[in-house]
């Protein structure tokens, strides 16, 4: 007895691409303008998929878009196959036509340290491709790499971005988190210990998208006294810091990768803290770039989804 197994076919597929777009832009309302479909063709698309699936794949209503726990083992299959398709597109079109290009990417400084950072991993894999590519990288600030992004100098950029900024970009896919924390160097660390971390009177570098959270996380408002400096500029602040005259919220892979830093520490690790999440932006639909360019975003999201599973 031959046993036959389920399949998926192309109009299956075609749904689970829309499933992953709706999920990714947060709902069925917000993903009308980027996969250019109507409201009531997404809803059917994805009514169709769940009887397909037999299972309900997420709420939907007034309280909001939220995935069920098989609508989200559901993405995560949908991503992997994926990626799948990606990687087998690639080797498939390299046996009549060698993948060419020169990718222009943006990144934020310091962070080569960072390990679950997928450029490097993403740049060596797509120099596997083929001979023919290139890539550019320039290394900068946000508002650099902005300017350059709107402009036409890069194709891509990867940035922290807070709420305010988030609103302002449309292409932009979450790819890895930043770790930091509050140093400081250890002689003025151990005062400050020694008073029961009150910050009074300490100079303490802030600033950024970030810097309501910082004042969040050490409830200001209780340290009178304190001096706090708009400094946005991750060097500039561990320089500060290494100085023993600041205290600043930094980058922990900059400072535990760094043999520098081996006088900084950090102030009550487990409450001080933040996370930055980065993003990959591009200025417009990732179809509207090259195909050296589409290949180059579909490594790191790829990269960034292994390294995020780990």
């Excluded at 290494?242 to 009550?268: K, Y």
């Excluded at 180059?296 to 780990?310: G, I, P």
Aim: proline share 3%; net charge negative.
């Amino acid at each position: 007895m031959t046993i036959q197994a389920p399949t998926l076919d192309k109009r299956d597929l075609r749904r689970l691409e829309l499933f992953r777009e709706i999920v990714e832009q947060g709902g069925i309302s917000n993903a009308i303008h980027s996969t250019g479909l109507s409201q009531p063709v997404l809803s059917n698309q994805l009514i169709t998929l769940e009887k397909s699936l037999g299972v309900s794949l997420c709420k939907r209503g007034r309280s909001g878009f939220e995935l069920t726990d098989e609508g989200r083992s559901v993405y995560n299959y949908a991503n992997e196959i994926s990626a799948m398709l990606t990687e087998y597109a690639f080797k498939l079109k390299g046996v009549h036509s060698t993948l060419s290009g020169h990718v222009r990417v943006g990144c934020l400084d310091n962070t080569a340290t960072l390990t679950n950072n997928p450029l490097l991993k993403a740049i060596e894999q797509f120099y596997q491709l083929s001979d023919d590519v290139e890539v550019t990288l320039d290394v900068g600030d946000y508002t650099q790499l902005n300017e350059k992004l709107l402009s036409g100098q890069l194709d891509m950029m990867l940035c922290v971005l807070g709420d305010r900024q988030r609103a302002a970009f449309e292409f932009a896919t979450p790819l890895f988190i930043e770790q930091s924390q509050l140093y400081a160097r250890k002689d003025l660390a151990e005062q400050i210990i020694a008073n029961h971390y009150i910050l009074s009177g300490c100079r303490i570098n802030m600033g950024g998208y970030a810097v309501d959270t910082m004042k969040a996380l050490l409830n200001i408002e209780q340290h009178p006294g304190v001096k706090l400096y708009n400094g946005w500029h991750v060097e500039s602040g561990l320089m500060l810091t290494l100085a023993g005259s600041h205290l600043s919220f930094l980058p922990t892979h900059l400072i535990e990768q760094n043999r520098a830093c081996q006088h900084l520490v950090a102030l009550q690790p487990d409450k001080w803290k933040l996370e930055s999440q980065f993003y990959l932006i591009t200025k417009g639909k990732p179809s509207t770039l090259s195909s050296a360019a589409r290949a180059f975003t579909d490594l790191l999201n790829t990269v960034a989804k292994e390294s995020n599973d780990q």
